[in-house]
């Protein structure tokens, strides 16, 4: 059996520094299973900076997404405040994430930077989606591998 890739350790890794109450964060989740929230960390895009050959080193940069959606829960509590209580539990979520990213002080070996961009409202995912508001998060992670598959 192969060891995993660089970038599966890291993906995981972060995977587990973000989780925990309240967030049910999971890999690559539908928007299907949606049922009132949703966290998911999103593989994304993994680039080749460069390449190095004596000894063979790859860098690149890791391009993962926090995809976070709330849907409204209290349709009798009037659309005001139903979107209120909706915009207010996004919010919530984004900083509790913020919060654990922040707190991050090790990633596995070989990462030499990450860092967290500002939410980003305009999801594709929502277009159209009456009740629900969301956001992605993209987090981006140097890294160097002896792999040149990352």
Same mark, same amino acid.
Request: proline share 5%; with cysteine.
């Given at each position: 059996?192969?060891?995993?890739?660089?970038?599966?350790?890291?993906?995981? +890794?972060?995977?587990?520094?973000?989780?925990?109450?309240?967030?049910?964060?999971?890999? &690559?989740?539908?928007?299907?299973?949606?049922?009132?929230?949703?966290?998911?960390? &999103?593989?994304?895009?993994? %680039?080749?900076?460069?390449?190095?050959? &004596?000894?063979?080193?790859?860098?690149?940069?890791?391009?993962?997404?926090?995809?976070?959606?709330?849907?409204?829960?209290?349709? %009798?509590?009037?659309?005001?405040?139903?979107?209120?209580?909706?915009?207010?539990?996004?919010? +919530?979520?984004?900083?509790?994430?913020?919060?654990?990213?922040?707190?991050?002080?090790?990633?596995?070996?070989?990462?030499?930077?990450?860092?967290?961009?500002?939410?980003?409202?305009?999801?594709?995912?929502?277009?159209?989606?009456?009740?629900?508001?969301?956001?992605?998060?993209?987090?981006?992670?140097?890294?160097?591998?002896?792999?040149?598959?990352?």
């Amino acid at each position: 059996m192969t060891e995993p890739s660089k970038r599966e350790e890291i993906l995981e +890794a972060l995977r587990v520094a973000l989780e925990g109450s309240p967030v049910d964060l999971a890999r &690559n989740r539908p928007l299907g299973d949606l049922k009132s929230t949703i966290v998911s960390l &999103n593989d994304g895009e993994t %680039e080749l900076v460069e390449e190095y050959f &004596n000894p063979s080193r790859y860098e690149f940069v890791l391009s993962a997404t926090l995809e976070i959606v709330v849907a409204s829960s209290l349709p %009798e509590a009037g659309e005001a405040a139903e979107k209120g209580a909706r915009d207010a539990a996004l919010d +919530a979520l984004i900083e509790t994430l913020v919060a654990r990213f922040e707190a991050i002080e090790t990633m596995p070996d070989r990462v030499t930077d990450w860092r967290m961009l500002p939410p980003s409202f305009g999801t594709q995912a929502l277009l159209g989606a009456a009740g629900m508001k969301g956001c992605e998060l993209e987090i981006e992670i140097d890294y160097w591998s002896d792999r040149s598959s990352g």
